[in-house]
């Protein structure tokens, strides 16, 4: 009777309880749930290193979740089966965009989806998800409101205690941080860089000429881009 058993347990294991009209219907279904995810990454994608492969790794990995779901069924022992190939699998690509990984998952997501047969669920899902990352990467939502200028200039101070150019940041700045000194060549030679916000910002480019004529600022620059280094 245990033999039985035992022989039981193998041909559930191996008995994948679908109909291939079942799997054909999931594989295509993945495969316009993917393409539809890999549209919506490319429309929404900003960030540097665009890479083509990673598009197409999205389609088929809908795809192949769909296949790993349908393989496990209600089948505990293929589920241990399946954590134990994935356990002896390294994975060296370093994911670098949190996009990217937001995808992964997103595809996994819909996949797993496929596989158990909710059809509507995974192509709505896709829809759904898809069009939120892109409306959040069209809108400034996630932009924060930059009211500092990064204000950058070399100054010689010749053996001058005390700068001028400090009593002009004062002047015409409600706040100012020095975030970098750096010296150039020369003990007095220094690049200077600050984080300023303008009392009135219509006066930025007086405050620049006024600046570049003190004795011994040269090369001033204004940024209003806060990721410049």
């Known amino acids: 009777r245990n033999i039985l058993n035992m022989l039981q347990d193998i041909n559930n294991i191996f008995n994948v309880g679908i109909t291939p009209q079942e799997m054909l219907l999931n594989l295509l279904v993945g495969l316009v749930a993917g393409i539809i995810i890999s549209v919506f990454y ?4 900003s960030g540097p290193g665009y890479q083509a492969s990673f598009v197409n790794s999205l389609i088929l990995l809908v795809i192949i979740t769909s296949i790993v779901i349908m393989v496990i069924g209600n089948n505990l022992a293929r ?6 190939a994935m356990s002896i699998i390294r994975f ?21 989806a496929v596989g158990v047969g909710q059809h509507g669920l995974a192509i709505f899902s896709s829809f759904f998800i898809g069009t939120i990352t892109y409306v959040l990467s069209k809108s400034k939502f996630s932009t924060p409101i930059k009211s500092d200028l990064l204000l950058q200039f070399t100054y010689n101070a010749n053996g001058n205690g005390v700068a001028d150019y400090t009593k002009l940041i004062n002047d015409y700045c409600k706040n100012s ?12 030679m220094l690049e200077l860089s ?11 480019t007086e405050f620049v000429q006024k600046l570049r004529k003190i004795e011994g600022v040269l090369n001033v620059n204004l940024f209003y881009d806060e990721e410049y280094f």
């Open 42 to 45: 490319r429309k929404s994608y």
């Open 79 to 84: 589920a241990f089966g399946l954590v134990g």
């Open 92 to 112: 060296r690509t370093a994911v670098k965009e949190t996009q990217d990984i937001m995808y992964i998952f997103f595809a996994l997501a819909i996949g797993m």
């Open 177 to 188: 941080k020095l975030i970098n000194a750096k010296a150039i060549g020369s003990e007095e």
């Open 194 to 204: 600050y984080y300023v916000g303008f009392r009135n910002k219509e006066k930025t």
